[in-house]
């Protein structure tokens, strides 16, 4: 007996009962993992003439990701419809702030609480997991204000329970990388615009047809993208082939500049340091570029350290592809620590 096993069936035999005594949903529906597992879920707990997922359709929704949910739902029976939000005609939203996932999921709750009365659904579901719980997601009171439910939250499903599921019920997407809104990209403060959008969505979509990476997130930091991969992935740029196609799906893409993070790729890492604001104003000499540079000569790393970003919140180190491979070599890791210290949030090798 595989006790790991038996607490899934447990868990995924509670969030049936749960589902079933909705009686009929309607499922917030991206096509992510989470929500196309709950909505295979709901499919297998009520039928399908007692669920109706839907898809709500904006400018910080990849069509990458719009064809992965259409052809998800067409593979297991799903019904499925597609609305318009409009979140990013609410000031509150388009400023970026912190809280700007709590916009944009009450623009999208409210429309779909509206469409399920419609429809006569009983109860609007969406996807959130208990790990979500872990993290900054102001879009969780938005939820609550609604009455829209979390099932997958409510049994205590993580992601990797979720991603073990869907491989046993064959769902395409149970290896699929995460796939948040394109606004995610975006560093707070900086206004979310239709422009912005378009540009992450296709400097994204350029890197990906390179191959090679599982995770990869574009960041905008106003006309600096910073790009983060997995680790495992930092190496194939040493190559100038490899490393000259990325600078030439950025650039093609409208970034006048770009750098790459050498924490690679994580989730959740615009929330990074939220609570302490980065020391910004200072001169090279004494201030934090000046410590950073220090430690990069301890290391004998031939790079200096410029401030990026609109507020000076990240490290660019200027090298290049020998720069890169000094600091595979083992250094890589102790030069994020030392530059984080210096009072930077992000450590990035500049690219151009």
């Given at each position: ?7 899934l ?38 039928g399908?003439?007692q ?7 904006s400018?910080?929704y ?6 992965v ?19 990013l005609?609410d000031?509150?939203y388009?400023?970026?702030p912190?809280?700007?996932c ?6 999208l ?10 429809q006569?659904c ?5 996807g959130?997991?208990a790990?979500d719980?872990d ?9 609550r204000?609604?009455?829209?439910r979390s ?7 993580r992601?990797?329970?979720i ?12 290896d699929?990388p995460a ?5 995610s990209?975006?560093s ?11 540009r ?20 905008h ?9 997995d680790?495992?992935?930092?190496a ?5 082939g490899?490393?000259?196609?990325v600078?030439?799906?950025?650039r ?14 994580r989730?959740?890492a ?7 604001a ?34 000076g ?16 070599v ?12 210096a009072?930077f949030?992000?450590v ?5």
């Amino acid at each position: 007996m595989d006790p790991e096993r038996d607490v899934l069936q447990q868990k995924e035999r509670a969030l049936h009962a749960l589902l079933r005594e909705c009686g009929s949903v309607l499922v917030a529906y991206s096509g992510g993992v989470d929500s196309a597992y709950l909505a295979k879920a709901a499919l297998d707990a009520l039928g399908p003439g007692q669920v109706l997922a839907v898809t709500g359709r904006s400018p910080s929704y990849p069509e990458a990701q719009r064809k992965v949910a259409e052809a998800v739902a067409d593979s297991i029976g799903l019904p499925r419809v597609e609305i318009d939000t409009h979140e990013l005609d609410d000031p509150s939203y388009a400023a970026n702030p912190r809280e700007r996932c709590y916009f944009c999921k009450a623009d999208l709750y409210g429309r779909l609480v509206a469409f399920a009365r419609e429809q006569g659904c009983a109860v609007v579901l969406d996807g959130s997991n208990a790990d979500d719980l872990d993290d900054h997601r102001p879009g969780l009171i938005a939820a609550r204000e609604l009455g829209v439910r979390s099932p997958l939250q409510e049994v205590g499903l993580r992601k990797e329970e979720i991603r073990a599921l869907s491989r046993h019920a064959g769902l395409l997407t149970w290896d699929m990388p995460a796939s948040p809104c394109l606004a995610s990209r975006i560093s707070y403060g900086t206004p979310v615009t239709p422009g912005r959008l378009r540009r992450i969505e296709e400097a994204e979509s350029r890197l990906r047809s390179l191959g090679g990476w599982r995770d990869l997130r574009v960041r905008h930091h106003g006309a600096l993208a910073r790009l983060e991969i997995d680790p495992g992935g930092l190496a194939g740029l040493v190559e100038p082939g490899l490393r000259g196609q990325v600078i030439e799906a950025l650039r093609d893409a409208g970034f006048s500049s770009a750098c790459l993070d050498l924490g690679g790729y994580r989730r959740g890492a615009l929330n990074e340091g939220q609570s302490a604001a980065p020391r910004i104003g200072l001169d090279r000499e004494g201030g934090r570029a000046g410590e950073a540079e220090g430690g990069l000569i301890e290391l004998g790393i031939d790079a200096r350290v410029e401030d990026g970003g609109a507020d000076g919140e990240i490290a660019v180190l200027v090298g290049g592809g020998d720069c890169l491979a000094t600091l595979l070599v083992g250094a890589r890791e102790v030069v994020v620590e030392n530059c984080r210290a210096a009072g930077f949030r992000y450590v990035a090798l500049g690219l151009y």
